[in-house]
């Protein structure tokens, strides 16, 4: 053990602390989490689910750590947190000091539940507890030793009691649960309660030697710039953020105080899994920390999830750019190759290198595709037609294109329409309606067609498409190492991978589409 990395420590560490407690894995894991980034953590849930045993349990990952845990109320004072006044200082000196042993301030781990009921004198002091480690006794201020405070409730905060500012200082936010999972409940009950309360092997227990050295170090660990560009992308979309059952998305506020705590849980994260700077893998977790409401976990998951992939959605939209270009010039020398064969269509009007000119449709500006509409069955009633998608062209609103099939980012313009489409001879059927093509004037030839611009990019298609699906495996397999994700967040994280592999291997039969017509 001795020889054991941070990441096989960190790991091992773990499984000894869930030792006999039941499907707390993320609450024992983000607890450690927080506890190395110097974080506070909120539970919340319903009495009897184990909230406090997960802070008993975390006091045994730290080397003769001291622990304090309180139930508040309404009548809570700050004496029964932080100490006792003195009295024989207070008569033999004069001064206004508490006897803080055995109290928070001399407490490496605290659990305090129902948080919510302690009053503004015991918050104000908490504040500062939390926020700077930092606990004044008399007319001295000491430096605590306090490494993790995990508060509980089954409540949020009520509104306009003053409660926002030490909400806000609790993180990690997470919503426990009886255990869900048959199987593991059985197990529960016939387990006897001497594993929860089974010591931890010492040699993996944190010294406070090493929680200092190791707070430097995660001062030290590198923050790169597709990780910071994660962060702005999350941090735009949180602008609207989807609820299920709701009509409209909504605004969640994440202050940027918390955002600057959030880098700290990132560099704490790459500390632990035994890397020297912050992955993209370590922002999985996060959404934990940016929910003011429970409803609006999953939205914003959603939205941590979508960033932690927009780099390999945004590279996949140019390289299809590219290709769809490339493809185009393939199918333009292909539809001149089949214009020589038959008069009528060598003598048809190509516009623009792709396009066959509709006479007399709507503003007499309708335009098909030249290769869609060789490609186009001919007319017969018996016949079905092909599907097709009419559309005002992006780049020229007062001009129509027909394309023969429903390429989805043409189903996502407002004004794309379906049709049905057929042909004979240089004659087009739309819905059935028949429409001449334009012929070139008498005696012209065919001048538009310069098929010497029309330049493919020559660009290897298939090593770029492999690059992409293997850094994806990568990410995926990077991602599948984050011991902070639940089962659920692994679940969630492959179906939302799912799109982006159909259009991978969508991309892959367009490019031996266009490697076959170039044999």
């Known amino acids: 053990m001795k020889h054991m990395n941070i990441n096989e420590r960190i790991n091992q560490l773990l499984i000894e602390l869930n030792q006999g407690i039941y499907e707390k894995e993320l609450e024992i894991g983000m607890s450690l989490l927080a506890a190395l980034a110097g974080e506070s953590v909120l539970l919340l849930g319903p009495p009897g689910v184990a909230k406090s045993m997960v802070a008993r349990r975390l006091k045994e990952a730290f080397a003769d750590a001291k622990a304090f845990e309180y139930l508040m109320s309404r009548f809570s004072t700050p004496d029964e947190i932080f100490g006792p006044v003195s009295i024989s200082r207070l008569k033999d000196s004069d001064k206004y000091e508490r006897i803080i042993e055995g109290y928070i301030p001399t407490s490496d781990v605290v659990f305090l539940d129902e948080i919510w009921k302690a009053g503004p004198a015991i918050q104000n002091v908490l504040l500062t507890v939390i926020n700077e480690k930092l606990f004044r006794n008399g007319d001295k201020e000491i430096s605590i030793p306090l490494k993790l405070l995990i508060a509980a409730s089954n409540e949020l905060p009520a509104q306009g009691e003053g409660l926002e500012a030490i909400w806000d200082r609790f993180l990690i936010r997470l919503t426990c649960s009886c255990v869900k999972d048959e199987d593991v409940f059985c197990q529960m009950l016939l387990d006897d309660e001497s594993q929860s309360n089974k010591e931890v092997d010492s040699v993996l227990k944190i010294t406070s030697e090493e929680y200092k050295e190791w707070q430097e170090s995660i001062r030290n660990i590198g923050l790169p710039k597709e990780v910071l560009t994660c962060i702005s992308h999350i941090r735009k979309q949180l602008g609207g953020v989807l609820i299920e059952g709701n009509e409209h998305a909504r605004l969640v506020y994440v202050s940027d105080r918390r955002w600057k705590h959030i880098i700290r849980l990132l560099k704490a994260s790459a500390f632990m899994h035994g890397r020297e700077v912050v992955s993209v ?83 007499g500006h309708t335009y098909i595709y030249a290769a869609d509409f060789l490609n186009l069955p001919e007319y017969n009633p018996m016949n079905a037609p092909i599907q097709g998608i009419m559309y005002a062209d992006p780049r020229n609103k007062n001009r129509t294109i027909i394309r023969t099939y429903a390429d989805v980012n043409l189903k996502r313009l407002s004004n794309a329409e379906q049709v049905n489409l057929r042909r004979k001879e240089d004659m087009l059927y739309i819905n059935g309606v028949e429409f001449k093509l334009r012929h070139l ?22 090593d770029d498409i492999e690059n992409i699906a293997q850094r994806l495996n990568n990410r995926m397999a990077e991602i599948d190492r984050n011991m902070f994700l639940t089962k659920d967040d692994r679940n969630w994280i492959s179906e939302s991978v799912v799109e982006l592999r159909k259009r991978i291997a969508l991309t892959r039969v367009d490019i031996e589409k266009l490697y076959s017509q170039n044999e």
């Open 281 to 363: 893998m370590d922002l999985v977790p996060i959404y934990h920390c940016l929910w003011n409401e429970p409803e609006e976990q999953n939205g914003i998951r959603d939205i941590v999830i979508n960033a932690i992939f927009n780099d390999f959605d945004q590279e996949l939209m140019a390289l299809n750019r590219v290709l769809t270009a490339d493809l185009k010039v393939v199918n333009v020398r292909e539809a001149l190759k089949k214009m020589k064969s038959k008069p009528w269509i060598k003598n048809l009007k190509i516009v623009d290198h792709f396009y066959f000119q509709v006479e007399n449709h709507g503003t």
């Open 441 to 462: 004037l008498r005696g012209k030839c065919q001048e538009e067609i310069h098929t010497k611009k029309l330049v493919e990019t020559n660009r290897e298609y298939g």
